[in-house]
């Protein structure tokens, strides 16, 4: 089993920065993707951007420009940091992890992310 622990929500106006971050515990692989995905309710749950042990990223072309995940390994932690936040970027923010090998995402319990304009 694996824990997800998220942190850094909250409510910012348009323009604003925000900063998530989540801690992966338990049975955790050394190759794995760890990521955010965001849902508004009443819509499906989107990918907002990934990020592999081995570097790769990849982002959804909405946030591209404005967002950007980092991650430490050694912490078993990945952030986002959110700058130029648009209210479409409201919504409740899971973190999620995968093992490489493994089809099988686990999640956060989500923080909330809300975007005044």
């Known amino acids: 089993q694996v824990q997800l622990v998220e942190s850094g929500g909250g409510l910012v106006q348009a323009g604003g920065s925000l900063r998530l971050s989540c801690a992966a515990s338990g049975r955790i692989f050394s190759g794995n993707i760890m990521g955010w995905y965001r849902q508004n309710s009443g819509k499906q749950r989107e990918l907002v951007a990934t990020a592999g042990s081995d570097g790769s990223t990849n982002y959804a072309d909405s946030v591209k420009g404005r967002f950007t995940i980092s991650r430490d390994n050694a912490k078993n932690t990945v952030y986002l940091q959110m700058n130029s936040l648009k209210p479409e970027d409201t919504a409740v923010y899971y973190c999620?992890?995968?093992?490489?090998?493994?089809?099988?995402?686990?999640w956060g319990q989500g923080t909330q992310v809300t975007v005044s304009s």
């Open positions: 999620a992890y995968r093992a490489d090998w493994l089809n099988k995402w686990y």
